[in-house]
């Protein structure tokens, strides 16, 4: 259409001829100006674009959720690894104390039988001194009565002796006065004289 026209304009300006057919192509040759019509609305572009915006929207609050759930995921893990290695932690100490209870549970018991041995010993040891000291009480019980015996005889003996000494000395007063009398009878005579006659 834009070529016919060129064409008409050229033959007006050749001929300087206005032809009622050619103004008549032309007036109709030209598109007429219709009035704007007013905008409809696309309802399915805006359900569309609403649809986009709301999934949009979905998907940001969705990865906001699914980012806070990663990171209280992320710290739920953290807080379960550190959970997990303090409990870890307890075992391992609870083995060690384990470990070392039966370690003395085990000494106590070799204390318990060695106390229970020395128990043994030391009871048989009183026993033994208790032996030894019946038969040293039986002794100086025994030596208690010899002694009294003992003391007894002696006292015996004393009083013999005295009885001896006492006789002793009579019979040395009677020795005495023989010798005197013997003296003065014979004088001045000699020992074995004096025996020969019975002084």
């Not at 696309?42 to 569309?48: N, R």
């Amino acid at each position: 259409m834009a070529a016919l026209s060129d064409t008409a304009l050229a033959s007006f300006r050749d001929d300087d001829a206005l032809n009622s057919r050619t103004i008549g192509y032309l007036f109709w040759s030209i598109p007429p100006v219709l009035p704007r019509q007013p905008r409809v609305p696309d309802l399915a572009a805006q359900s569309s674009r609403k649809s986009s915006s709301t999934q949009a929207m979905t998907s940001s609050r969705c990865f906001q959720s699914v980012y806070v759930s990663n990171s209280r995921y992320d710290k739920s893990n953290d807080r379960y690894e550190e959970l997990k290695n303090r409990h870890d932690e307890l075992r391992d100490r609870h083995d060690e104390l384990r470990d070392r209870h039966d370690e003395l549970k085990d000494a106590h018991i070799a204390l318990q039988q060695q106390m229970s041995h020395l128990r043994e010993a030391t009871q048989e040891k009183i026993s033994q001194l208790r032996e030894a000291n019946a038969a040293l009480n039986a002794k100086l019980s025994a030596a208690d009565e010899v002694k009294g015996s003992n003391a007894s005889e002696i006292n015996a003996l004393r009083k013999t002796a005295a009885i001896t000494e006492l006789n002793l000395g009579m019979y040395k007063r009677e020795v005495e006065s023989l010798r005197l009398l013997c003296a003065s009878k014979w004088g001045n005579a000699s020992p074995r004289t004096l025996a020969g006659v019975g002084c």
